[in-house]
């Protein structure tokens, strides 16, 4: 598929891959970007006259709606909203882990839910949906992110089947460790958001449907090819860098 001279709208897009993705699109000639924020005014300012700003906390099903009826034109939706609490399954950080779960999961699969109607009508229709590399092992100090995320990903498979009757291919994007805010910080060579952004939107233009679009992502898949419980072991490794208690 081409992006070009197509309508997407894109969640999550006021910074890190978000706001990368909607630059990418551009690049790409699309037609029409949504970039929806839980606070549009909080969009990095952009004078394109194709990007539309669109208020979106995609846990308020009132502006979910809003955001439906506002942009039902679009054929391509990215799911990049997305939360994370730091906390391990022993430590219970019970409220992060609902909090990642409702955002990550269950609001994620609302905005997806909401578009079918629209993207059944408009050509070329498909879903892109920012996963993890956390969906193939549950990294303890994120312990619940990494859950959630693993959810989101079956849910993926799941309207990836459902949705195939109806030409609406679902892309899974599993990144590992970006140059993002969620990972500031961290002391790791970690690829760019604009890097990802591009890798991203190349892989769906030929249309790979599991797509890991960085390098640590890349290791971490190669590890779990080679043998699930390696990669376990490495998130072992990472967890008990700290004394144990």
């Known amino acids: 598929m081409d992006f070009k001279g197509k309508n997407v709208f894109i969640t999550g897009a006021n ?6 993705l909607v630059k990418a699109c551009l690049r ?3 037609a029409k970007v949504y970039a929806a924020a839980r606070d549009k005014n909080k969009l990095p300012k952009n ?4 990007v539309v700003p669109v208020q979106l906390d995609i846990t308020n099903r009132e502006q979910i709606n809003e955001a439906v009826s506002a942009a039902a034109d679009v054929q391509i939706l990215i799911n990049n909203a997305g939360t994370l609490h730091a906390g391990s399954f022993l430590e219970g950080n019970r409220d992060g882990f609902l909090r990642d779960m409702q955002v990550n999961y269950f609001s ?6 909401a578009f079918v109607p629209v993207l ?9 949906n920012i996963v993890s590399i956390a969906k193939f092992v ?3 100090f994120i312990a619940g992110y990494s859950a959630s995320k693993a959810a989101l990903y ?4 799941a309207a990836r089947i459902e949705l195939s009757p109806y030409g609406i291919a679902v892309h899974a994007v599993n990144p590992g460790a970006i140059d ?7 002391e790791m060579d970690m690829t760019s958001p604009a890097e990802v952004a591009d890798s991203i939107l190349a892989h769906v233009e030929k249309e790979v449907l599991d797509i890991v679009p960085d390098k640590i992502g890349q290791a971490m898949f190669k590890v779990w090819q080679e043998s699930p419980a390696g990669l376990e072991n490495l998130a072992k490794d990472m967890y008990f860098k700290k004394p144990v208690p």
Do not use: E, L, W
């Open 15 to 20: 910074r890190g891959i978000g706001a990368a």
């Open 28 to 30: 790409r000639g699309v």
């Open 47 to 50: 004078d394109d006259p194709r």
């Open 108 to 113: 994620t699969m609302d905005v997806m839910t």
């Open 120 to 128: 059944k009508r408009n050509s070329d229709g498909r879903i892109v």
């Open 138 to 140: 549950n990294f303890p």
């Open 154 to 157: 079956s849910m993926t498979q």
């Open 180 to 186: 993002t805010d969620m990972n500031k910080g961290a």
